[in-house]
């Protein structure tokens, strides 16, 4: 019984350490060598360095709005005044059944590069995609959200990898800031992510998008079922199935603003958990060898990260019964509980707190807090109907 408690222990926090710690590692030395080979590669030859010049394409921005009235005009004259030649961009905004002012300010608009669909029921985002999608005639379709900026030259940016034939879609990159202050809150974490997301790209293994930014090849967009969750993430890899390539495009900027409160973001942690689970059921195409790089990027960034609640559910039962006999399990079960006490301090830590022991506090009680939520969406998968419809986020 103890051999197979220390297996579980082990291999769960074996598990954590690799997804979090090993995988980046291995990741950065992987792309670093493709880039050397790149690099070498270009030196003999002289060619393949630079994308080919070409036109900008016509393009399309799709977004899909629920009760958004305290940003959507805003955001509408945002697009508006971005640099793209006006005659190559459209902008379709879809208001999926909304109950404020939301219809009546998108009507104001008599832009003719703006068209506002209005429907009358509440189905989903990802049922107002299928449909606006069907109206898109360009060939190049950017997504975002109605709370979400562009800088001025993002279309620019985000659509020029797009010179490159085998490029299927470009994800852009977001900065977070506070409501109240304006500043940047991009966080450690987020950071973390950034780097993977660009390394990835390199070695051909991206594995999503940034749903505030990213567009693809209009002509490879497929209807997902309506009650999918994590549109952006299932749209991208989408693509990738088709045998297209994924790029990370961080000059290509979008600005949103955080959750005002920790209620709304572990709400919004739970739903997408959910449609974590829930693409994982629907992307098996993914664990296949035939997938390259990307399968080991999927199994390693994505499938072992969504079950890391289950590996510290079961390395804190098995430390605690291991514990028990055992000095080893018995000094490493005082620093599982530290680690716990140190998140539950967090919660309750005031967000102005600052220095080294400050941003400490504040990883482990994201870390835990993300997780938690992560475990509360697996839960929600197995045990209710996935719905369709969507609940905005308070701003």
């Not at 060939?139 to 959200?145: C, G, L, M, R």
Request: charged letters at 20%; proline letters at 4%.
């Amino acid at each position: 019984m103890t051999t197979i408690l220390t297996t579980v222990f082990w291999l769960s926090v074996g598990a954590i350490l690799y997804t979090y710690t090993v995988y980046p590692v291995l990741l950065i030395l992987l792309s670093s060598l493709k880039q050397a080979i790149k690099d070498t590669k270009f030196v003999l030859s002289k060619q393949g360095r630079r994308k080919r010049e070409s036109e900008l394409p016509e393009v399309t921005v799709v977004i899909a709005a629920y009760n958004e009235e305290k940003c959507i005009k805003a955001r509408v004259e945002n697009l508006l005044a971005l640099n793209y030649p006006a005659e190559k961009l459209r902008i379709l905004i879809g208001s999926d059944g909304s109950t404020d002012k939301t219809n009546a300010l998108l009507s104001e608009f008599t832009d003719p590069r703006f068209e506002a669909v209005l429907f009358e029921q509440n189905r989903g985002k990802i049922n107002v995609l299928n449909d606006l999608l069907n109206q898109v005639k360009t060939p190049i379709t950017v997504f975002s959200d109605a709370n979400t900026f562009f800088q001025p030259d993002a279309i620019n940016k985000l659509v020029a990898d797009f010179r490159e034939p085998e490029i299927g879609g470009v994800c852009g990159e977001l900065e977070l800031v506070d409501a109240f202050s304006g500043n940047n809150k991009d966080s450690l974490y987020w950071k973390y992510e950034q780097v993977l997301k660009f390394h990835e790209s390199r070695i051909n293994a991206m594995l999503g998008a940034n749903g505030a930014i990213y567009a693809i090849r209009t002509e490879l967009y497929e209807p997902l079922p309506e009650n999918t969750i994590i549109d952006d993430f299932c749209v991208f890899m989408g693509v990738a199935r088709q045998g297209y390539r994924l790029t990370y495009n961080p000059e290509a900027r979008a600005i949103e603003e955080i959750a005002p409160n920790l209620s709304e973001e572990a709400s919004r942690r739970v739903r997408i958990g959910a449609g974590n689970y829930q693409a994982m059921s629907r992307l098996g195409w993914v664990l296949s060898p035939m997938a390259g790089t990307r399968c080991f990027a999927y199994i390693s960034h994505k499938i072992v990260r969504w079950f890391v609640p289950h590996f510290m559910l079961l390395a804190l039962v098995t430390n605690i019964m291991l514990a028990f006999g055992s000095p080893i399990y018995s000094v490493l079960m005082c620093g599982h509980a530290l680690f716990y006490l140190v998140y539950f301090y967090g919660l309750n830590m005031s967000e102005s707190k600052k220095g080294k022991l400050a941003a400490i506090i504040k990883l482990v009680t994201f870390f835990v807090s993300m997780n938690v939520s992560l475990g509360q969406g697996f839960i929600r998968f197995l045990t209710s109907k996935q719905s369709a419809t969507w609940k905005r986020t308070a701003r």
